[in-house]
C-alpha cells in the first residue's frame, strides 16, 4: 500500500510499505478514504516528540471503510463507513471506566501518561497511522463509530480530533453565560474551540493569532474579535486593557510546544531543546487570565519540562485543566450540534491533496502557505 | 444581560449552557458511556513477534501495542538504554530524542543499502515551496549557495599551504 513514510525532520515521502494485518482478534483494518494532516502531526514532523522513529507513518484524523475484523470484532462488519477517534482504547480499563478514553492503559506500553495514539511516535504506542491507503484499527467494537447516513464524510472527518478537541477545551474551560474567552491560537483546533466557546454560552470570545488568513477565518467562521500578537507589546497588558484591568474569565491554548511570539521561548524550547518546546501561550493564558480563572490546555507539549510561570498560577487561584480529548464521549453531542446545523466543520477544510503529495502537503501546512487551514490528503482509488 | 437576543445571531449560542448538555461534564463517569459496553473483561493479549519496548512506570506489556517500526541498529541500541530510565528520569528523553537524530542518518544508509537515493528536496515539499513561496526558495537556494561557496574558498585557501 501507499503511505507516509517519515524519514526524518521536515523529510516524509509517499512510498510503498507491506498493509496492515489483523494482530489481535478485536483489530479491524480499515481502507482511508480520507486523512488530515493535524497541527500537532507538525511537531512530529519536526522532530521535537520523542521516540519517532524513521519509518513511522503518521495520522490520527482519518474516516475509511471496514476491510477486515478480527475473531472478536462483533460491532462492526466489513463496508461499514466508520470514523476513527485519534485515541486507541480498550474500553475496560481503570482510565476507560471514567471515560478517559485519551489515557487508556492498555494501549501504550511505552509511557504511562498517554493512551495510544495512531502515527503519534511510539511514545504514544507505535502505532502507525492513517495516512496511508489502510490502516490497523485496535479494539475495533470500541473506538470506530459508524458514520451516518446523513453526515457528510469530512464532518465526520473532522469529529475524529479537531472538533472534539476544540470542544473540549472549551468545555475544560468551565465556561459560563457570558464568560470573556481567550482562545489562543487560530487553527483548525483554535478554530472550534472559539466556536464551542459561544455553544457553551460565551459572552465573548477573542482569538489570538499572527497570521492575518488565520484571523480572517476564524473571524468568519466563529464570528470572533481577534488580535494580532505581533502588533501588541505585551500580552496580558492588552487582554487586561480590554477586560476592564481583570483579565479573561477563561484562556485556551490551542497552539502548545512550538509557539510563536517569543524569540528567547523559541530558542530553548524549540532551537536548542533545552525545555519540551516554547512554553510562550502558557505564560500568556496564565498571566491574561482574571484571578480565579481557568486555563485550559489541549496543545500538545513534550513529555520533558516547561519554564511555566507555576508560581502566578498558584498567587491567582487558577484552574488549570487540560488532557488529550477522550474523542469517543463527545461524538454523539457533537453530532447533535451538526444536524442542527450550529456548525459545519468541513468548511475548515482549505486543501485537499492526493496521497501522493503528501511531501509538498506537509511542508505548506507547516509553513503557512496558500492560505492552509486543514489539509485533507485522499489515498490512491478513492471516489468519494 | 440579555445574551440569547445579544447573541441570537450565531448559531447555536448557549446550547449547551445547560450542563446537562455537556458530553464531559462531570468529567469522569463511571461506567462509561459505551454503547454496547465491551464484552471483555480483561482484553486478550496480542501476540509478540517484534521487540517492543516498555516503561519501567509499568509492571506488564499491554495487552495491544503497535508493532511498526522495532528498534535497530546504534539508535536501537540508544533506545533500549534509554528504556532503562523511568519516563521520569529526563535521561529516558533525551537518549530518546538523541536516538531519533542517530535514526535519520540510519534511514539514510538504509535507504542508500536499498539501491534507492533519497530526493530529500522533494520530501522536504520543495515542489510546495517553489510554486507557493517562490521568493523564500530563491532566498533559501542562495544561502546555501553561499554556505557552499564558502566553504569552497576556505578548502581552496587552506589547500596550498600543505
Same mark, same amino acid.
Given at each position: 500500500?501507499?503511505?507516509?513514510?517519515?524519514?526524518?525532520?521536515?523529510?516524509?515521502?509517499?512510498?510503498?510499505?507491506?498493509?496492515?494485518?489483523?494482530?489481535?482478534?478485536?483489530?479491524?483494518?480499515?481502507?482511508?478514504?480520507?486523512?488530515?494532516?493535524?497541527?500537532?502531526?507538525?511537531?512530529?514532523?519536526?522532530?521535537?516528540?520523542?521516540?519517532?522513529?524513521?519509518?513511522?507513518?503518521?495520522?490520527?484524523?482519518?474516516?475509511?471503510?471496514?476491510?477486515?475484523?478480527?475473531?472478536?470484532?462483533?460491532?462492526?462488519?466489513?463496508?461499514?463507513?466508520?470514523?476513527?477517534?485519534?485515541?486507541?482504547?480498550?474500553?475496560?480499563?481503570?482510565?476507560?471506566?471514567?471515560?478517559?478514553?485519551?489515557?487508556?492503559?492498555?494501549?501504550?506500553?511505552?509511557?504511562?501518561?498517554?493512551?495510544?495514539?495512531?502515527?503519534?511516535?511510539?511514545?504514544?504506542?507505535?502505532?502507525?497511522?492513517?495516512?496511508?491507503?489502510?490502516?490497523?484499527?485496535?479494539?475495533?467494537?470500541?473506538?470506530?463509530?459508524?458514520?451516518?447516513?446523513?453526515?457528510?464524510?469530512?464532518?465526520?472527518?473532522?469529529?475524529?480530533?479537531?472538533?472534539?478537541?476544540?470542544?473540549?477545551?472549551?468545555?475544560?474551560?468551565?465556561?459560563?453565560? /457570558?464568560?470573556?474567552?481567550?482562545? +489562543?491560537? #487560530?487553527? =483548525?483546533? &483554535?478554530?472550534?474551540?472559539? %466556536?464551542?466557546?459561544? $455553544?457553551?454560552?460565551?459572552?465573548?470570545?477573542?482569538?489570538?493569532?499572527?497570521?492575518?488568513?488565520?484571523?480572517?477565518?476564524?473571524?468568519?467562521?466563529?464570528?470572533?474579535?481577534?488580535?494580532?500578537?505581533?502588533?501588541?507589546?505585551?500580552?496580558?497588558?492588552?487582554?487586561?486593557?480590554?477586560?476592564?484591568?481583570?483579565?479573561?474569565?477563561?484562556?485556551?491554548?490551542?497552539?502548545?510546544?512550538?509557539?510563536?511570539?517569543?524569540?528567547?521561548?523559541?530558542?530553548?524550547?524549540?532551537?536548542?531543546?533545552?525545555?519540551?518546546?516554547?512554553?510562550?501561550?502558557?505564560?500568556?493564558?496564565?498571566?491574561?487570565?482574571?484571578?480565579?480563572?481557568?486555563?485550559?490546555?489541549? /496543545?500538545?507539549?513534550?513529555?520533558? +519540562?516547561? #519554564?511555566? =510561570?507555576? &508560581?502566578?498560577?498558584?498567587? %491567582?487561584?487558577?484552574? $488549570?485543566?487540560?488532557?488529550?480529548?477522550?474523542?469517543?464521549?463527545?461524538?454523539?453531542?457533537?453530532?447533535?450540534?451538526?444536524?442542527?446545523?450550529?456548525?459545519?466543520?468541513?468548511?475548515?477544510?482549505?486543501?485537499?491533496?492526493?496521497?501522493?503529495?503528501?511531501?509538498?502537503?506537509?511542508?505548506?501546512?507547516?509553513?503557512?502557505?496558500?492560505?492552509?487551514?486543514?489539509?485533507?490528503?485522499?489515498?490512491?482509488?478513492?471516489?468519494? | 444581560?440579555?445574551?440569547?437576543?445579544?447573541?441570537?445571531?450565531?448559531?447555536?449560542?448557549?446550547?449547551?449552557?445547560?450542563?446537562?448538555?455537556?458530553?464531559?461534564?462531570?468529567?469522569?463517569?463511571?461506567?462509561?458511556?459505551?454503547?454496547?459496553?465491551?464484552?471483555?473483561?480483561?482484553?486478550?493479549?496480542?501476540?509478540?513477534?517484534?521487540?517492543?519496548?516498555?516503561?519501567?512506570?509499568?509492571?506488564?506489556?499491554?495487552?495491544?501495542?503497535?508493532?511498526?517500526?522495532?528498534?535497530?541498529?546504534?539508535?536501537?541500541?540508544?533506545?533500549?538504554?534509554?528504556?532503562?530510565?523511568?519516563?521520569?528520569?529526563?535521561?529516558?528523553?533525551?537518549?530518546?530524542?538523541?536516538?531519533?537524530?542517530?535514526?535519520?542518518?540510519?534511514?539514510?544508509?538504509?535507504?542508500?543499502?536499498?539501491?534507492?537515493?533519497?530526493?530529500?528536496?522533494?520530501?522536504?515539499?520543495?515542489?510546495?515551496?517553489?510554486?507557493?513561496?517562490?521568493?523564500?526558495?530563491?532566498?533559501?537556494?542562495?544561502?546555501?549557495?553561499?554556505?557552499?561557496?564558502?566553504?569552497?574558498?576556505?578548502?581552496?585557501?587552506?589547500?596550498?599551504?600543505?
Amino acid at each position: 500500500m501507499l503511505a507516509l513514510n517519515y524519514r526524518g525532520p521536515y523529510r516524509v515521502r509517499a512510498s510503498q510499505k507491506p498493509d496492515p494485518v489483523i494482530e489481535h482478534p478485536n483489530d479491524a483494518i480499515v481502507q482511508v478514504l480520507r486523512s488530515c494532516i493535524c497541527g500537532s502531526d507538525l511537531h512530529l514532523y519536526h522532530g521535537l516528540v520523542p521516540d519517532t522513529r524513521v519509518g513511522t507513518t503518521f495520522g490520527h484524523e482519518f474516516v475509511g471503510t471496514v476491510v477486515d475484523i478480527g475473531d472478536s470484532v462483533q460491532n462492526l462488519q466489513r463496508g461499514d463507513r466508520v470514523l476513527v477517534p485519534f485515541n486507541v482504547f480498550c474500553g475496560s480499563c481503570y482510565f476507560c471506566q471514567r471515560e478517559l478514553y485519551g489515557n487508556c492503559h492498555n494501549t501504550n506500553p511505552q509511557a504511562t501518561a498517554v493512551g495510544g495514539i495512531y502515527g503519534y511516535s511510539h511514545t504514544a504506542g507505535g502505532f502507525d497511522g492513517g495516512q496511508a491507503q489502510f490502516v490497523r484499527v485496535p479494539f475495533a467494537d470500541v473506538g470506530p463509530t459508524k458514520i451516518p447516513d446523513d453526515l457528510l464524510l469530512e464532518d465526520a472527518l473532522m469529529l475524529t480530533d479537531a472538533f472534539p478537541t476544540g470542544y473540549q477545551a472549551a468545555e475544560m474551560g468551565g465556561i459560563r453565560e /457570558g464568560d470573556t474567552v481567550v482562545v +489562543f491560537g #487560530a487553527g =483548525p483546533v &483554535g478554530i472550534f474551540a472559539a %466556536k464551542s466557546a459561544w $455553544l457553551l454560552g460565551a459572552g465573548r470570545v477573542i482569538v489570538v493569532d499572527h497570521l492575518e488568513y488565520r484571523l480572517d477565518f476564524v473571524r468568519n467562521f466563529a464570528q470572533c474579535e481577534t488580535i494580532d500578537f505581533k502588533s501588541v507589546d505585551d500580552m496580558a497588558i492588552h487582554i487586561k486593557k480590554m477586560t476592564d484591568w481583570l483579565g479573561a474569565d477563561v484562556c485556551i491554548d490551542c497552539v502548545g510546544c512550538e509557539a510563536a511570539g517569543s524569540a528567547l521561548q523559541r530558542l530553548t524550547g524549540v532551537k536548542l531543546k533545552m525545555q519540551a518546546g516554547s512554553a510562550t501561550v502558557l505564560h500568556w493564558a496564565i498571566n491574561s487570565v482574571r484571578k480565579g480563572g481557568t486555563v485550559s490546555i489541549v /496543545g500538545v507539549y513534550g513529555p520533558t +519540562f516547561n #519554564a511555566v =510561570p507555576i &508560581g502566578n498560577a498558584v498567587n %491567582k487561584g487558577l484552574t $488549570l485543566r487540560m488532557n488529550q480529548a477522550s474523542v469517543k464521549r463527545h461524538l454523539p453531542r457533537l453530532m447533535e450540534h451538526i444536524r442542527a446545523g450550529h456548525i459545519e466543520p468541513h468548511k475548515v477544510i482549505t486543501h485537499r491533496m492526493p496521497l501522493e503529495e503528501v511531501s509538498d502537503a506537509y511542508h505548506l501546512f507547516s509553513s503557512k502557505l496558500d492560505g492552509c487551514i486543514k489539509p485533507v490528503l485522499i489515498p490512491p482509488g478513492v471516489t468519494v | 444581560m440579555d445574551t440569547p437576543t445579544k447573541f441570537a445571531h450565531i448559531k447555536g449560542w448557549g446550547s449547551d449552557l445547560d450542563h446537562a448538555n455537556r458530553p464531559a461534564y462531570p468529567k469522569e463517569r463511571t461506567p462509561p458511556r459505551l454503547d454496547p459496553p465491551v464484552h471483555w473483561k480483561e482484553p486478550e493479549m496480542q501476540p509478540r513477534h517484534v521487540e517492543v519496548l516498555r516503561s519501567t512506570e509499568r509492571p506488564a506489556m499491554t495487552p495491544v501495542f503497535g508493532s511498526g517500526q522495532p528498534p535497530r541498529g546504534l539508535s536501537g541500541g540508544m533506545r533500549r538504554f534509554a528504556f532503562g530510565y523511568s519516563e521520569n528520569d529526563l535521561r529516558h528523553w533525551l537518549l530518546l530524542l538523541l536516538a531519533d537524530r542517530i535514526d535519520v542518518g540510519e534511514g539514510l544508509v538504509e535507504d542508500l543499502a536499498s539501491g534507492h537515493v533519497p530526493r530529500i528536496y522533494s520530501e522536504m515539499g520543495g515542489r510546495a515551496e517553489l510554486q507557493h513561496n517562490p521568493v523564500g526558495a530563491a532566498k533559501k537556494a542562495l544561502a546555501v549557495v553561499a554556505v557552499l561557496g564558502t566553504a569552497y574558498l576556505l578548502a581552496r585557501r587552506r589547500s596550498p599551504r600543505r
